[in-house]
């Protein structure tokens, strides 16, 4: 959501965040996905339960931080997509566009709440828990977990946002009503029928 104290940034460039953290959202799953198929057995159990959840943390920190310079856009994103898709065309629209669109909402409005949590969290934290120690580490750690289900419906529908302006700028507009006839004037009718009053 955007903030006074976040500068109003042109949709492009909200659009080009957007992109940025599809691309770094899916590098992040493909590297845990390889590493997940790589130390679990067949039935899906970690080989070493630590070292899983380890790396676990790691993807979902990772994520979080890729998604922090498009968190404050979100909003914007969102209310110009919606815009976009009332003007455009039945045709032009694909159906999974709303409930995608929905699922962002709802995403982006868990991920504030999380961020607000996040800032009370680490401003309750002792002066001795920096950024690196146990206590601030544990702490953020939890913080991402709660996230990663919102940080993967961004990952996995944001991309309808782009699918909206792309549609946007290539659909032909709807075709302008046709005016109506002009009403003739009074006594036109009787006018170049040869008829006399």
């Known amino acids: 959501m955007t903030t006074s104290a976040t500068p109003a940034v042109d949709h492009p460039v909200c659009l080009a965040l957007l992109a940025r953290y599809l691309r770094e959202a899916e590098r992040i799953v493909n590297a845990w996905d390889l590493y997940a198929d790589e130390h679990t057995d067949l039935d899906g159990w970690p080989f070493d339960d630590d070292a899983y ?109 782009l699918e909206i302006y792309a549609t946007t700028h290539h659909a032909k507009p709807a075709p302008a009503p046709s005016p109506a006839p002009a009403a003739a004037p009074a006594g036109a009718e009787s006018r170049g029928t040869g008829v006399r009053r």
């Not at 997509?81 to 709802?106: I, N």
């Not at 002066?127 to 690196?132: H, P, Q």
Request: hydrophobic share 45%.
């Open 53 to 161: 959840g380890r790396r676990a943390s790691r993807r979902d920190a990772d994520t979080w931080h890729a998604f922090q310079s498009l968190r404050p856009h979100t909003s914007a994103l969102l209310e110009t997509a919606q815009t976009q898709l009332e003007r455009l065309p039945a045709s032009a629209v694909q159906p999974r566009w709303a409930w995608q669109h929905t699922a962002l909402h709802e995403a982006a409005a868990e991920l504030d709440a999380l961020h607000q949590d996040w800032q009370t969290a680490r401003n309750a934290l002792p002066a001795t828990a920096t950024e690196g120690s146990a206590v601030y580490e544990d702490a953020f750690a939890e913080r991402t977990a709660e996230a990663w289900g919102a940080l993967d419906a961004w990952a996995t529908c944001g991309r309808a946002v």
